[in-house]
Nanobody
Framework: QVQLVESGGGLVQPGGSLRLSCAAS????????MGWYRQAPGKERELVAR???????IYGDSVKGRFTISRDNAKNMVYLQMKSLKPEEAAVYCC?????????WGKGTLVTVSS
């Protein structure tokens, strides 16, 4: 049974940083594309970053240069380092596990960006 558990969310001031973590279990982690998505109230879910099995990374246009996705296949963990956060980036950030088109989602961790 695939289980994804995110952590690391919280309140941060504009311009601040946070590091999110996602622990995966019941998975074949090295075969999966791992991703981070976010969804703000009243908005559609959007891609933040993805890391493929070959460690190629893909970022949403709005986060390029500020966010970094990384993964540790030995620990079944994926991380999202976020810098220079903006108020409009407040959202629930969810981890995804994608193996050959089958996608699983974590419940998410809430990031609030406010002074």
């Amino acid at each position: 049974q695939v289980q994804l558990v995110e952590s690391g969310g919280g309140l941060v001031q504009p311009g601040g940083s946070l590091r999110l973590s996602c622990a995966a279990s019941g998975v074949i982690f090295s075969l999966a594309t791992m991703g981070w998505y976010r969804q703000a109230p009243g908005k559609e879910r959007e891609l933040v970053a993805r890391s493929t099995t070959t460690r190629m990374t893909i970022y949403g246009d709005s986060v390029k240069g500020r966010f970094t996705i990384s993964r540790d296949n030995a620990k079944n963990m994926v991380y999202l380092q976020m810098k220079s956060l903006k108020p409009e980036e407040a959202a629930v950030y969810c981890c995804s596990y994608d193996v050959r088109g089958s996608v699983y989602w974590g419940k998410g961790t809430l990031v609030t960006v406010s002074s």
